[in-house]
């Protein structure tokens, strides 16, 4: 499928917040056309007057005579059991359902659907119009048609899919991501290192040999016998205690909740912040690519 092929693609979009609203905005930019709808008349509205989408007053308009919906509303289960349902009944039999779930289960959301075949997981990351990779879940009844053609639909549109070929909790990128901050905050419970820290040695170290090598590379390059001698030295010491980390937890209990509230394992001043996405933007530069 051609970029070309993305004009005039009808497209659903059924949430108009952070990612929903950068979603639809994606494929409006990329040619197709875009319905939205979103119970916050507030948000639909700052959605339509940004970009060129269609608002739309209920699920049973977004869904109309769409070859693909995509649902972006809160990660709770029963509501999006709830939204697939209707979906499922609002859609045309031959468009693709796709939830941006970011850790639930696709094959329990698409067990609400009489069509599990045509639901595929699309987990866009933050902010969607700047990270270019989507990982694309198959749950256990999908297609593999249904796979191949949301992957080209994506590909189309500027996007570089990734197949996630098992209906996994966290799916690939945030089980990496959850990992590596287990520990990071376990060294912090420790003493061992300052949060500001542990940021510091995951930019200045890990973030750009992970940038052009990957994981999977950095170990063949290493050595396999380095790297499974290293495992066999460390694994027994890494953290795997199944719970939030102590700080954490502590920190949700009284209400520091990070950048939302103002602290959390660091101090957010408005100069931090600012500084954040001015870094957070030149990293995600949408002319650096990421695929092969």
Same mark, same amino acid.
């Given at each position: ?22 979603? *639809? ?47 972006? *509303? =809160? ?17 045309? *039999? ?10 639930? !289960? ?9 069509? &599990? ?9 933050? =902010? ?40 996994? &909790? ?31 040695? *995951? ?36 953290? !795997? ?27 957010? !001043?408005?100069?931090?912040?600012? !500084? ?17």
């Amino acid at each position: 499928m051609s970029a070309d092929a993305v004009a005039g693609l009808r497209v659903g979009v059924l949430g108009a917040g952070l990612m929903g609203g950068g979603i *639809a905005a994606l494929f409006a930019a990329a040619g197709a056309e875009v319905a939205v709808h979103d119970p916050d008349p507030a948000r639909l509205a700052a959605v339509a007057g940004e970009h060129d989408v269609r608002p739309v007053g209920s699920l049973a308009e977004v869904a109309a005579d769409v070859e693909l919906v995509i649902e972006a *509303a =809160p990660e709770d289960l029963a509501l999006k059991r709830e939204l697939f349902a209707a979906l499922d009944a609002a859609a045309p *039999a031959e468009a693709i359902l796709a939830t941006n779930s970011s850790a639930i !289960s696709t094959g329990e959301i698409a067990a609400a659907t009489r069509r &599990p075949e045509r639901v595929v997981g699309t987990h866009w990351w933050n =902010p969607p119009g700047l990270v270019e990779l989507v990982e694309v879940i198959e749950a256990e009844a999908t297609s593999a048609a249904t796979v191949a053609r949301t992957m080209a639909i994506l590909r189309a549109a500027g996007k570089a899919p990734v197949h996630v070929r098992r209906d996994l &909790p966290g799916f690939v990128g945030n089980r990496l991501q959850h990992a590596l901050r287990r520990e990071a905050l376990a060294l912090v419970d420790e003493g061992v290192c300052a949060p500001a820290d542990v940021d510091l040695v *995951a930019r200045a170290v890990l973030a750009p040999r992970l940038a052009a090598l990957g994981l999977i590379a950095a170990a063949d390059l290493e050595g396999l016998d380095t790297v499974a001698a290293q495992q066999e030295a460390l694994d027994p010491h890494l953290e !795997s205690g199944g719970e939030p980390a102590r700080g954490l937890a502590t920190r949700v209990a009284l209400g520091t909740l990070g950048a939302k509230t103002g602290s959390g394992y660091l101090d957010w !001043s408005d100069a931090r912040r600012a !500084s954040i996405d001015r870094r957070l933007a030149a990293v995600l530069d949408p002319g650096v690519r990421t695929s092969p």
